[in-house]
């Protein structure tokens, strides 16, 4: 079981020396999936050796161009890497063109499949579901149409104890899977056993939600309630917030609002103005709303499960 | 004066840890010119602290993602810095609507006036010309329509001798500047000081040729002879050389072929394939027909005056 997500690119609107456009890496079992690809996350994905080919879906909140103009760079590189899987792009309207156009100047014919979605900026709605994942969309409130995502783990089947396991009875696949499902168990002999005996809580479904890049918007709260990690953009701080709202960004504090509100478990910040050059003022300033929250670094990678940072 | 080349992406066509994709900067008296914008190229400008504004013309040599996906970013990073100055791109055909589509996905207006000029795929033209100076494109034989650039500088006018300024004679701008076009020189006394006694030979004028991407071409040579500085792609070993003539790339010794059929004063070699870990036996191969070749090497910068190399 693995659920964690690595940060590509963690700077607004134009890149520096340090820090990338937007772009993040969510591995949920081993099943990549790329959110907002700004120029140079390919690049940065060789830096941090992740498997490209491993992604199978990419999801672009909106069409700024430090979310997606690394788009068309990793689609032909899958190209020349010889890729046959399919891949399948969830984005607002416009992109598919967009990328096409640039194929077809330098006259490339995917050799695998590419398969647009577009997005709905208007409503929440469903883009990828398994027994096990699933991943949606919300409406942020950003310049254009622009939305967030959210990766959750699905509620996982209830754990068989140990003790059970030992006890010397006849039982089947299908009864584990009753049993699971939270059914009691009765043995070929009559005996009862209570599913509240023989079964544990399983751990709680993990998930994670992305808002970048929007104004305070009070409404995507009902959609992340709960996540154990949000990262929310903070382009700015409170003494720009009339800035920020002008340029339909959040502040370091209004971000934390939300996480708090929302119930995080943690918070990252990112999608930094450029004109920070030190970021720990706008740490502390989240921080005096919502303790548990972290500065987004390219390159950092954080488990879910274990709340482990790698780099 | 100054005339150098600063090397910012070496690679073909896929990225890699080490290697961006195409682009090089010419400075011509800190007037800046970009050759090729591969994705990340902005990016490398950074860490190589050029200063991105200076840029006021930008060369596309071809319609291969790995030469120009970095120009719409470029472009981007321009308009969000405040740029007013107008920046001139010169490509082929059909990249100004590439670029207008993106910027029209993300409502963007630019603020300073871009202009494009299409190149012309299949004779030499002059893209560029001051007094000083000048950029010229010609054909080469590649998969797709495909230019290679000649940055030149002109025959500089003769120099005085030092001497000569000491004499007791009444001369004026006018005088000076015929003087240094050859002409001898008469004093109001009557005395004659004939231009070979008065005057020293000029610097010789530099230049610096860039071949990418294509086949072996003996036609470039009447182009690029006698250039202090070539950069001739060699994406291949001679044991590729079918591989290479097939995708219309060229092997290491071809390169260095080129080179001395052209009497280079040095060849850099670039655009490598990147299933070359190791590029020795490259090299190797194209300085037994070419001695004084380089190897290129992101953020690798050349001075053609003094043959002075600096990271």
New interface residues.
């Given amino acids: 079981m693995a659920f964690s997500i690595t940060i590509l690119g963690s700077s607004a609107?134009?890149?520096?020396?340090r820090r990338?456009?937007s772009s993040i890496l969510v591995n949920m079992d081993y099943t990549y999936f790329l959110m907002d690809c700004g120029?140079?996350t390919?690049?940065q994905m060789?830096?941090s050796k992740i498997k490209l080919q491993r992604i199978r879906h990419i999801f672009i909140s909106h069409?700024?161009?430090?979310h997606f103009?690394?788009l068309?760079?990793l689609i032909?590189?899958f190209h020349?890497?010889g890729r046959t899987e399919e891949l399948h792009v969830y984005a607002p309207r416009?992109?598919q063109?967009?990328i096409q156009?640039?194929l077809m100047?330098?006259?490339?014919q995917l050799i695998y499949p590419l398969i647009f979605h577009d997005t709905n900026p208007d409503q929440p709605e469903i883009l990828y579901e398994t027994d096990e994942h699933l991943v949606k969309s919300f409406p942020l409130d950003h310049?254009?149409e622009t939305t967030g995502f959210l990766f959750a783990e699905k509620q996982k089947p209830r754990k068989l104890k140990k003790s059970f396991l030992f006890y010397d009875v006849e039982i089947t696949v299908e009864d584990i899977l009753k049993i699971k499902a939270g059914a009691d168990f009765v043995s070929d002999t009559g005996r009862i056993f209570k599913n509240a005996d023989i079964t544990e809580d399983p751990p709680q479904p993990l998930s994670f939600a992305y808002c970048s890049d929007t104004r305070y918007f009070e409404p995507v709260i009902q959609y992340i309630n709960k996540v154990n990690l949000l990262y929310h953009e903070a382009t700015f701080m409170e003494d720009m917030k009339s800035v920020a709202q002008e340029k339909y960004h959040s502040t370091a504090l209004e971000a934390a609002t939300i996480a708090k509100k929302a119930n995080a478990g943690m918070l990252i910040l990112g999608h930094f103005s450029a004109r920070y050059k030190e970021l720990d003022q706008l740490l502390a300033e989240a921080q005096s709303i919502f303790k548990n929250t972290q500065l987004a670094t390219d390159g950092l990678t954080i488990d879910l499960g274990t709340n482990e940072k790698t780099r």
């Fill in positions: 609107a134009t890149p520096t020396s990338n456009p120029e140079g390919q690049i060789r830096k069409l700024h161009g430090d103009f690394g068309v760079g032909s590189t020349l890497l416009g992109l063109d967009i156009l640039q100047a330098s006259q490339t310049r254009i």
